[in-house]
């Protein structure tokens, strides 16, 4: 039980273009999902928190406009990239959380984003 | 808000042998320790957790102590073996809403 799907798993594109990613929880509600950034080697950068029908809460120097956060149902929330650049490039993972308190997050594969 | 941090950054053990990792966190609201698991280029796992009312969980070779006074809670593992060799990251979360996460530790078994 606990699955969250990611996708896609790796995106390789354009400069300027902008890429949506997608996360769903497959087999419980998830009242919370998180959206992390990771470099090589380095620890989960949380983002953004996102809760189903409302505006995400972003993380201190994550600008809004770029990464435009959607959660519009307890299963699904989508991260798009906008106007990517090759700063940009990075492997962005987001996880679910389960209604109730304290529950553990369950993490999606990941998305292995590529700007050329 | 919340400072976790985690010792060593990286850790090097034969097999055979146990490995502990600690972190601390600043915020004593704090009722949620979880840890993961990464291997390279794949989604973190969670391998236990442990909430603020108990002092000690285990799970196999894997267990986790809490001591709240202090703030620490730490990662042990036994009888390491070389499919141990991975990431692990220790977070701490007082409303389940919000999680911080250390800075990881790289774990590497020697067979």
């Known amino acids: 039980g606990a699955v969250v799907s990611q996708h896609p798993s790796w995106v390789i594109c354009k400069s300027g273009t902008s890429v949506k990613i997608e996360c769903r929880s497959l087999?419980?509600?998830?009242?919370?999902m998180f959206w992390y950034r990771q470099f090589p080697k380095q620890s989960l950068m949380l983002m953004a928190t996102?809760?189903?029908?409302?505006?995400?809460?972003?993380e201190q120097g994550v600008e809004k406009d770029k990464f435009l956060i959607n959660h519009a149902s307890l299963t699904l929330s989508t991260l798009t990239v906008t106007s990517a650049h090759p700063e940009d490039s990075s492997f962005y993972i987001c996880?679910?959380?389960?209604?109730?308190?304290?529950?553990?997050?369950?993490f999606g594969d990941g998305t292995r984003l590529s700007i050329l | 808000g919340e400072n976790v941090e985690q010792h060593p950054s990286t850790l090097s053990v034969q097999e055979g042998d146990s490995a502990v990792i600690k972190c601390t966190y600043s915020d004593s609201a704090s009722n949620y320790f979880p840890w993961y698991k990464q291997e390279l280029g794949k989604r973190p796992q969670l391998i236990i957790d442990?909430?603020?009312?108990?002092g000690e969980k285990k799970d196999q070779r894997i267990a986790v102590t809490l001591n709240k006074t202090a703030k620490h809670f730490s990662l042990h593992i036994t009888e390491t073996q070389p499919e141990d060799s991975a990431v692990y990251f220790c977070a701490a979360s007082y409303t389940g809403n919000q999680f911080y996460f250390g800075t990881g530790t790289s774990l590497t078994v020697i067979p």
């Open positions: 996880s679910a959380v389960g209604q109730g308190g304290n529950q553990p997050q369950h």
């Open positions: 087999d419980f509600q998830a009242t919370t």
């Open positions: 996102s809760n189903e029908g409302s505006k995400a809460t972003y």
């Open positions: 442990i909430r603020s009312n108990v």
